[in-house]
C-alpha cells in the first residue's frame, strides 16, 4: 500500500518524502517573508507613533488575545500528537486529535470574530473609516489599520489551516497515514504550526503593548 | 525520513513550557520596565518559536538542508527588521510616514 505513493522519478519514498519537506520548508520562508513585510511597517511606524500604538493597545481586548494565543498553542499540540499517533498507525486517536485541532481552530476564529465584532460597535475600523477612541490621533488609527491587515491576514491562514486539517483527517479515516507513509499529515503539520508561530508576535505587538 | 525520536511525552513538556511562558509574558506585561517592555515580550516570543520549531516541527531531527532553508530566512528577515529600526529610529527629523485623514 505504502509504494503507490512512491513515484518513478524518486529513488525512494525517503528521498521523495525529504523533497517535499523542503519544499514545505521553502513555502513557509516565503510566508514568513509575507508576515515580516507588515511587522517591519509596524516597527517603523511605531518608532513614529510611540505614544499613541501604546494608546491604541489599551483598546484591544488583552483577555481574549491571552485566550486565543492558549488555544492556538493547545491546537498545535494535538496537531503534532496526530501525527505522531498516525505514524504509530494509532488512526482512531490520530482522526480525534485532528478534530480537536479542528475545534479549537473553529474557537480562535469564534473569539477573533466577537472580538471584531466588539471593535466595529466601538466604531473601530481601519483606515478612513475609523470613527472609534482617539480617532484624531493619527498613530491610534495606524494601529488598528495594522491591526486589521495582521490579525486579518493571519485568520485567513487559519481558515486555510482549517481546510487543511478537514481533508488531512478525511485522508486518515480512509486509513491513507501509517508509519511507512504520512507525508501530507506532516507537510500539513508544518503549516499549522507556523499560522501559531505568527500569533506568537501578533499578541504582544497588539495586545501587550504599553 | 529521520529518526523519530520525539514522544508524545515530549510534546506534552513543550506544550506546557508554552503555556508556561505565555504566562510569563502576560505577568511580565504589568510589570513596569519601560523601554524593555516589547523586547522582553518579543524575546519570549522567540524562544516559544524555538521550541515549536524544534518539537512540533521536528527541526531536531531533520537534516542539515532544511536547517539552512531556516537559517537563510531568520538571517533575510532580521536583517530586514532590523535595519529598519535601525533607521527609523534613529532619524534626527520624523519622518511623518503618511496617515490616514
Known sequence: MPTTHH?????????????????????????????SGLFTLYAAYRNEYTSDFAAGAQLTNLPLGTIMTAVLLVSSFFMAFALATARQERSRVSIAALATTFLLGIVFLGLKATEYTMHFRDGIFPGAYYTGPLGERHGVVLFFTLYYIMTGLH???????????????RRTRRGDFGEAWSTPLELGGLYWHFVDIIWLFLWPLFYLLR | MTGRSITVRTYAWVLLALLLLTAATLL??????GMFHMPVALLIAAAKTVLILLYFMHVIEQRYTIRVVLLVAVLLLGSLIVLTVADTATRDVPFHPPAPE
Do not use: N, T
Not at chain 1, 528521498?15 to 513557509?28: D, E, I, N, V, Y
Not at chain 1, 485568520?155 to 483527517?169: C, D, N, P, S
Not at chain 2, 511580565?28 to 520596565?33: A, D, M
Open chain 2, 28 to 33: 511580565l506585561s504589568f510589570v513596569p520596565l
Open chain 1, 7 to 35: 513515484v518513478a522519478h524518486f529513488e525512494d519514498l525517503a528521498k521523495q518524502g525529504h523533497a517535499a519537506r523542503l519544499g514545505m520548508w521553502l513555502f513557509l520562508g516565503s510566508e514568513a517573508l509575507l508576515f
Open chain 1, 155 to 169: 485568520a485567513l491562514h487559519v481558515i486555510g489551516g482549517l481546510v487543511l486539517v478537514g481533508w488531512l483527517a
